[in-house]
């Protein structure tokens, strides 16, 4: 089972942009589809991103579209999520996994979790 370690969390003023990383343990992380997840207080964990094996495909929650990109690179088992134009409203705990299919983005569909990395946007 791959495990998966988030970097590249902090504070940040509204507008602002952050880039998270997961690297991954193993030698297959090539083939597993990767994912972004948040989780903001009181609510339930959400997908923000998805990204294909071969990172020629994506898909993104309505709520982050245009403003949020997802890449990986496999060489370096890490996959990575660029934040933009920051608002309050992304503040969350994020987190990586790894996902059955690209459109597959209920969290209790998720094989592995990483521990999640703090983001907290103000206004």
């Known amino acids: 089972q791959v495990q998966l370690v988030e970097s590249g969390g902090g504070l940040v003023q509204a507008g602002g942009s952050l880039k998270l990383a997961c690297a991954a343990s193993?030698?297959?992380?090539?083939?597993?589809?990767m994912g972004w997840f948040r989780q903001a207080p009181g609510k339930e964990r959400e997908f923000a991103a998805t990204?294909?094996?071969?990172?020629?495909?994506?898909y993104y929650a309505d709520s982050v579209k245009g403003r949020f990109t997802i890449s990986r690179v496999n060489a370096k088992n890490t996959v990575y999520l660029q934040m933009n134009s920051l608002k309050p409203e992304d503040t969350a705990v994020y987190y990586c996994a790894t996902l059955r299919g690209l459109y597959v983005t209920s969290p209790h569909t998720v094989a592995s979790w990483g521990q999640g990395t703090q983001v907290t946007v103000s206004s």
């Open positions: 990204i294909s094996s071969s990172g020629g495909s994506t």
């Open positions: 193993g030698r297959t992380f090539s083939s597993y589809i």
